[in-house]
């Protein structure tokens, strides 16, 4: 779980592993809106699956200073999220 500015970000897992592939997802919330009769105070911005390689695991996730979000897996690969595209960006391996 990590935030910036009115967003939420929560990793889960969907699944159990299968054939050594952890499933997990991300859900990203807007906690800033304004409650009223028809709208919740809660809106769900984006939802979909991690960048996660076979035989990783998540190892830290967060919002840079500008608000990308990016994660961290034990194999060194850094990945950002673009938000038009819904995709995830491998940014940096740390590893080479």
Known sequence: MAG??????IFYHSALPVYESQQIKYKIIDCGGLCSKQN???KTVMDGEAPMQKYTNLMWAGFSEEGLLCSLNDNGVVSGLNMKSEQWVPIIDLKT
Not at 4 to 9: A, D, G, I
């Open 4 to 9: 910036y500015e009115n967003l939420l970000v």
């Open 40 to 42: 919740t105070l809660y």
